[in-house]
């Protein structure tokens, strides 16, 4: 099962400007995360870039010297654009695999990459596959910075959303702060694996009500009636880096702490 890793990374950030250049262990962010992607299965891994200094930053240990940087447009506006991309620019056919890894996941298990690519070459009527992780503590399941995910018995996705789903109504007799109800609840864990057709699909389409209401990208593919996968995550993914404080605790982490 042939399949391809793409990481979107652009140098703007808004909390964390230069984000995938910042130092972890004396190497930048996104080369921690181009390491993990190539500790997978896959069988090429790029960086989708708008940036010179993030294209001179990474390298695959695999192919000392060979680039692996596709420069892209800075006004595309996500990074799914940027993986459609580099879709096109590489040439892909519309039944190749591609696994959008994030640029801001450093400690990204790389089983987790292989598991979403497995993940949909085995369900020949999903365009996109994901990973979910149980929700642990009622905190995570009222975050509303923690994306939940429902999902159907045969494994699609129902809906993706912040608020806390799915509700326990009896859970919750005098409110929303009186909830204590959360088992069986899903995180959603931000790693997509595509077939390029559905790919290109997605990113021609508008962006949907639903997805500008949650400000949540999937679900303008599950508006139009595309099938996400998803599955529990074999191996639970330690937090990505969003904030100043992420970072000193990934540098924490790093260094053994």
Known sequence: MPFHVVIPARYASTRLPGKPLLEIAGRPMIQHVVERACASGAHEVLVATDDARIAAAVQDPRRPGVPIAVMTDAALPSGTDRVAAVAQARGWSDATLVVNVQGDEPFLPEALIDQAAALLDRDAAAGIATLATPVTSLEEFLDTNAVKVVVS?????????????????????????????????LRHV??????VGVLRQVTRLPPSALEQCEKLEQLRALEHGIRIAVAECIERPAPGVDTPEDLERARTRAAGG
């Open 153 to 185: 018995r045969d494994g699609a996705a129902l809906y993706f959303s912040r608020a806390p789903i799915p509700w326990t109504r009896e859970g919750a007799p005098a409110g929303l702060p009186s909830q204590r109800e959360f088992g069986g609840a």
């Open 190 to 195: 931000g790693l997509y694996a595509y077939r």
